[in-house]
């Protein structure tokens, strides 16, 4: 099919995505592996913008590199700074699991859609008819937030509750960190 | 075979990006550490999603501002037909279409611009502008070279774009933008039940909690 | 004005029933998040849940009209928005979450008096109507990705509410983490399948997938997203292999939420499953009447026997009914592995059973909790002195998942049976038996202490008999009496099972 | 916290600009990239910043937690909110037509999308904000020589 310049630039963002990813299946050092983790978020932004997600660019570097990144660096604050080795049956298993989730995948790349296609079903059915049916429904330059806000506003609405779900979750385990619910979680240490 | 995969090679190291993570997520037993790893698994199936939405040539999904609110006669004309020449009536926009992408597809446009007329013809809001078009169709091809300064040029019709430009598919990047939150949420449910085993257990490793807990079912209390 | 008492008419409110079900709960939630105290907040629960339940008639009656009631969310027609789609197959679903979730919630208010603390009761009932509505809004839902995010929704809370039996044991907060690693993992795999339907489709409506996937055929990507299906909503739903969150998940979360998710959480994951499998592909498809064969058949025997065998050797009250619970998905999965229709309805017959017999037996080990503070199977001992009503509806609930004639139980065993000997499956009924006696051995174990062996005598003192509260009482009394009930009344839940299985198998 | 003069000058000048990004991200997303999500993420990055330089307790008494519980839980209370004025006006869940009879210029759909996209950026800040104080407030029981 078709060549596009941006593929030199795909090609390179992926090496490094393989390498960093590649580094944190190694390392042992939780503040590497998580700072790691960051950058490997952040190579991702820098690739949806090549693939023309800015949107998703722009989250993910907000969220992947910077809120995922803080909380991570919170937790090992609190509990550990090193990650002893899994044990060889961890490492076999994982192995196994891993084999088989990657045959499956590899077995339907022949009939995945050509890369940057736009005639492929995926692209040019119901992802194209929000292109052409924005302007006259809703009005708004930009389809994405078009798709987020109103298509599909009620996915956005169950996406909101489940950050407020979190927010909950956290609260039930970590209190908010007033006086009150501190002690409260000390006394109720089994 | 080997066309076939060269043409969708862009998956395998995604495929082999998703298998790192869940191999993290199940060889480590350290529990942070497999946060890690879930978090690596979810960001790259996030990039399988949004490379299946990547169109060569594409734009973002970001429509020319000067483009909505007005021409109604617009929406039904792509909509009457997938391929129809999508025309845009009173405010023709001002795009910067790659110029090569037009000039490689300009063949098909003069064709299908042409059996584009019927089916638009019948929405009666788009039946001027669909003949404008149509005969602006015909003498597409000498106009592909200097349709991205034109200002009222008629949009050469690519496939698959909308006014002659092509944008990538915005469908996913919504997904996966859900997906995203989605990934930060259990990432920070998954964080704090980790202080909370460290303050209860005195450590965060997966051996370590089973012996706590095996000794605690065995010998401990009672 | 007008307009807004328009709005307030039943035919109206019927109109939107689909929607007014999972969203009710879900603005509640936020109102008791905020609320000062836990009671309040249960008061607003209580009312969520409720409109839930009354929301139910309406259900039924527009599907007895129509068969496929579809609601537009947003406005926008299917392919574009997101669609809601109640038919015969998963009203079933959305009676039995509603109806449990209310005796569940009745049945909460003493329960997590007793095990949550104060300053979170509040935000405790918040989780569970998030809960809550995530689960039907998995059910109700007709839009692939739409799915996740609901999954997404009740599994988010189900991890925090079941590290809430830290109170308790510190093992919660282990059995939480490996249930949202696990869990994670299956949501992941679920849009890994997801992704690959939207590549091979270009749509994410589940009834237009059916549509293009019966034009364009199967290749390798439906294929491989159909493994990817099975085995995110298989983890979700506890198949066998991959059940191994579930025992100390069940085991040490608060007993108002065990309750709960035994009787919820894996059947609407189960219901996920049968939906993709037999609408989004289809029943006629090879690969799909394979796997039916040779994975959930197969695989479902097995669970049937290995799950109960392991719940036979449990110190634990709750663990021996968690794997016992695992050996009940096994019998679902034969069912829908039978791959008839008379299968596919014995299965969902068994699956609403079980909800029954699984909340009956959860509550009155609550109470029991309640009351004695007793966790294991050897401190059973002499409650049915102490509590002799609690232990009369436990032992309802035990006979029931035996399947002793009498009880629903074995009603939906003798229809697997039947179902299972028109494919000639003897070797399935044999090992239905088998499990039935290894069943019957796990609940020896828990009656015969209950009823034969005395309580220990602290000091000489007998442990007086205590009275169970009412709202804990009246929602496990009704759950035990439907055991039975529902036996000779077993009509209306049969035609429930059929009707769905009809709807999904092409009537016969 | 150590009292650095010059990080604290720096996002004293700083923290307003990041709010006025978020403000800025949050009502161009109709027009580029930005919306709700991204700008709640931003502003509660305003806030932690703050905490890191004054110190938790200076952020707590400027966001109370329990400002920003209200917070997570009103902007849910918003976005489905919207949904229950469009059945109450006689249309669909979520259908934002009907919130202005204007249909020529979508404006029920730009009010809509505006009023949802608050919501949204009410309970992202919020919660990042409350996710935040509750890993913050814990006393950490690793000492520094482990590092």
Redesign the interface.
Known sequence: MGFDLTQILDYSLIAMLLAVGFAVVRMRNLFAAVMLTGVYSLLSAAWFVSLDAVDVAFTEAAVGAGISTVLMLGAMLLTAREAEPGGATRHWMALVMVTAAGAALFFAIPDMPVYGDAMSIANSYVGYEYMVQTPEDIAVPNVVTAVLSSYRGYDTMGETTVIFTAALSVMLLLGLGSKRSRKKDGEDKA | MFDILADRAIYMPIIVLMMMGLYVVVATGNLVKRLVGLSIFQTSVCLLYITVGKVFGGQPPILPPAHHGEDHGEGHAAEAGHAAAAASSHDAPVHDAPAHDAADHAEPAHGEAAHAEPAVADTGHAEEAAHGAASHAQDAVQHVADAAHHADAAPVHVEGAIDGVLYSNPLPHVLILTAIVVGVATLAVGLALVVRIREAYGTIEDTALSAADYSAETGGRE | MMELLGALIPSALAQHAPVLLVVVPLILSPVAAVMPNGRIAWVIALIGVAFTVLMLPPLFAGVQADAVMSYALGGWAAPLGIEYRVDALNLPILALVGIIGFLCTLYALPSVADEVDEGKRAIFYATFLVCFAGLLGVAVTGDAFNVFVFVEISSLSTYGLIAMGAGRDRRALTASYNYLVLGTIGATFFVIGVGFLYMATGTLNMADMARVLAENGHDRVTQAGFAFIVVGLGLKAAMFPLHVWLPNAYAFAPNFVTAFLASTATKVAFYALIRFLFSVYHPDVTFVDLSSTWVFAVVGTIAMIVASVQAVFQTDARRVLAYSSVAQVGYMMLGLGIGSADGLAAGLLHLMNHAMMKGALFMALGAFALNYGVSRVKDLAGMGKSMPATSVAFTFGGLSLVGVPLTIGFTSKWYLILAALENGWWWAVAALILSSLLALAYVARLLMPIWFENAPTHGGAVPKVQRVPWLMAVPMGILALANIYFFFHAAPIVNLARGAANAVMGGF | MSPHLILRVVSKLLIPMIVVFALY?QFH???????G??AG??T??AV?LYALIFGLDAA?AAVP??VA??G??????I???V??AT???????????VLHPNYE??SG??Y??LL??L??LS??S???L?????????V???KDE??
């Not at chain 4, 059945?87 to 934002?96: I, K, P, R, S, T």
């Open positions: 991200v997303g109709d027009f580029g990239p930005g919306g999500f991204q993420v931003v509660a990055v932690i707590k937690p329990s519980q209200a997570a839980a009103l902007g849910v209370f976005f489905v909110g949904g229950f059945l109450f006006l006689g249309a669909n869940f979520l259908d934002y037509d210029h979508r759909q730009h809509g999308i949802v996209e919501g949204v309970t992202v919020s919660v990042m409350v996710i935040f104080y509750a890993f913050a407030s814990r950490p029981d690793i482990e590092w």
